[in-house]
């Protein structure tokens, strides 16, 4: 099994940037795809962006393209999310989450779940 721990959310304005981190153990992160999801109060999880084991294949959920960039970095295994002009739609605990597949939107695929960081967007 592979543990996830997720680092790196805080308060922030809006317009504002955030990097969060997902720092693997267990088991190389460089074998999963991961990606990175959110909730907010009241609302199911949703698929924000996913990055193939290479990094050759990255998708994003239309809401943040343009704002939000996923990376890895196999030596340090982890994996980041840099969030830039945050928005207080934003606000949600984020979960970075692991398959073993190619990389997709859709959250059964994934086998292995950090606990989340909240991040909240002020107005």
């Known amino acids: 099994q592979v543990q996830l721990v997720e680092s790196g959310g805080g308060l922030v304005q809006a317009g504002g940037s955030l990097r969060l981190s997902c720092a693997a153990s267990g088991r190389t992160l460089s074998n999963y795809a991961t990606g990175w999801f959110r909730q907010a109060p009241g609302k199911e999880r949703e698929f924000v962006t996913t990055?193939?084991?290479?990094?050759?294949?990255?998708l994003y959920a239309d809401s943040v393209k343009g704002r939000f960039t996923i990376s890895r970095d196999n030596a340090k295994n982890t994996v980041y999310l840099q969030m830039n002009s945050l928005k207080p739609e934003d606000t949600a605990v984020y979960y970075c989450?692991?398959?073993?597949?190619?990389?997709?939107?859709?959250?059964?695929?994934?086998?292995?779940w950090g606990q989340g960081t909240q991040v909240t967007v002020s107005s």
């Open positions: 990055i193939s084991w290479s990094g050759g294949n990255i």
């Open positions: 989450a692991a398959s073993m597949g190619r990389g997709s939107s859709w959250i059964a695929e994934y086998e292995f």
